[in-house]
């Protein structure tokens, strides 16, 4: 039996009359100007406004960018998501915010590459615009880049979170600092020294933040695989995207011939970092989720190479 109802045919009021129904008025008469030059600019207003910023601008905005790297693939476009800030003097109202989008859109235009050079160009000229001492942006994107399975060599790609961070001061100069973020297998050295046999493993999540010397020339070497070395080749074993069962039997078994607290994980990254002579200071944090219990255990290591004493 057929249950569908019938309903007879709406005659709807226009386009017009729906968009009264629901709250559209007409236009007003117009009475400010419809020319720049006679338009108030209240950002530009000079004042005793109080105290001077540390910092004002946008945050979240997405967009493509290029990104070049010293593994395959060689040249990917990826999606960045920007911070863009300057100081603010106490005697300026604002900043032109519209400033830092515009010129976001002219770098696009000419094929806007995630290099240190660029970027900081990109710092020193937004400064320029601004009519600031000072400018900051921070974009931060996901990298890929293959990887093989170490028996069949099958590839497929991984990704880790890279950041950068620049900052121009007209008197200063430019403060440089990256960060990565990649995930690596640990098998718990507890497990292993007690169990009759097997050991329990997990994911673990490192971040490591560096600043680096003004003088790093990024085309003798790629921070993001130098980055990514350093969490990987310290941890019980490497991620991989295809594993077949040659593969599998190969990296548990390296899982369960390195074992790797999150206190040893940091301690080995942090010792990479030291003996890399680009990195001034560096910070190291790993979490792994455990499997075998409802919480994570976490570490962190910190050390500034410009404060030691000889």
Known sequence: ???????????????EQRHKLFGSVMPVPRTKPVDKVHMADLQNTKKDFLFDLDAVGITKVKHPI????SLTPAKQTTIGEF???????????????SRFTEQLANYHANGFAMDLHTLKSFAKELAERLDQQDASLKVSFPWF???????TRLAGMNHANAT?????????????AVSLAASITTLCPCSKEISEYS?????????????LSEDYDESLSDWKAILLEAAESNASAR?????KRTDEKMVTEQAYENPRFVE??????AADLYELPFITKFKVSCRNEESIHMHDAIATVSYDKENETY
């Open 239 to 243: 991620l991989h995207p295809i594993l």
């Open 164 to 176: 950068i961070s620049i900052n121009y001061d007209r008197q200063l100069g430019y403060q440089l």
């Open 199 to 211: 050991a329990h493993n997990q994911r673990g999540n490192v971040k490591i933040e560096v600043s």
């Open 83 to 97: 911070t863009f800030t300057s100081s603010l003097k106490q005697s300026n109202k604002g900043t032109n915010m």
């Open 145 to 151: 880049y293959e990887r093989h399975a170490p028996d």
């Open 264 to 269: 040893d994980v940091v301690r080995l990254v």
């Open 66 to 69: 290029t990104i070049y790297s």
């Open 1 to 15: 039996m057929d249950n569908t109802q019938t309903f007879p045919k709406k005659k709807l009021p226009n386009k």
